[in-house]
């Protein structure tokens, strides 16, 4: 089982993806844990940008059949798709809908939230002013959408990326993990079900 998880900035999807793969006991990965990963395996050099995220502050928007974003892509596809054929795992962020989406055994959700709730959330976690944190929330949400853009060739927080979307302001933490689960279970069910159909 493979689940990734991206997310608005504030909207708890890290903390919902660490404690998903702590209740189904399985591996948890987010840049931090991937980039010591590549560091491992010594491929972090080739990886630099895909985790220092430098080609959102050169080409925040480069188009999908430039040669250069192509080529810049390939490695890091090629190292998650290696990470994900090794052991479940929960995935957050890094594009992982999108690099890992011909994986059959791959759950994509995406978290959002209003982006009121976003910013009291980081203002009080972060005990910060409401205007710093609306700063800190455009500005994260921003990075992540060209990140996502130049490496995915598509919109970071449209429904049609992800096979589940969750709402983290309406749901607790608990029950989005519980959510997650249960609609892992029914895909598998589902998928093993379409497998044992004759063929026509």
């Not at 895909?50 to 890091?76: H, K, M």
């Not at 709730?117 to 455009?138: G, M, N, Q």
Request: proline share 2%; hydrophobic share 35%.
């Amino acid at each position: 089982m493979i689940i990734t998880i991206g997310r608005e900035f504030g909207s708890y999807g890290h903390v919902i993806g660490r404690e998903l793969a702590k209740k189904l006991g399985i591996k948890y990965y987010d840049k931090e844990t991937l980039a010591q990963e590549a560091k491992k395996s010594g491929q972090y050099e080739e990886l630099r940008d895909f985790y220092e995220e430098q080609p959102v502050n050169s080409l925040l928007y480069v188009i999908a059949t430039d040669s250069r974003a192509q080529g810049q892509r390939r490695v890091p596809f090629q190292f998650l798709q290696k990470v994900a054929e090794q052991e479940d795992c929960v995935i957050v962020g890094r594009c992982g809908n999108y690099i890992l989406k011909d994986n059959p055994d791959m759950v994509s959700v995406f978290v959002h939230a209003p982006k009121e709730y976003r910013i009291d959330k980081t203002a009080a976690d972060r005990k910060i002013s409401s205007e710093k944190a609306r700063r800190l929330v455009e500005k994260e949400d921003k990075a992540r959408a060209g990140f996502h853009t130049y490496y995915a060739d598509e919109r970071w927080n449209e429904a049609d990326g992800y096979q589940l979307t969750i709402d983290s302001s309406v749901i607790s933490i608990e029950d989005a993990v519980d959510l997650i689960i249960d609609f892992a279970n029914r895909k598998e069910r589902q998928k093993n079900k379409a497998a044992a159909l004759p063929a026509k």
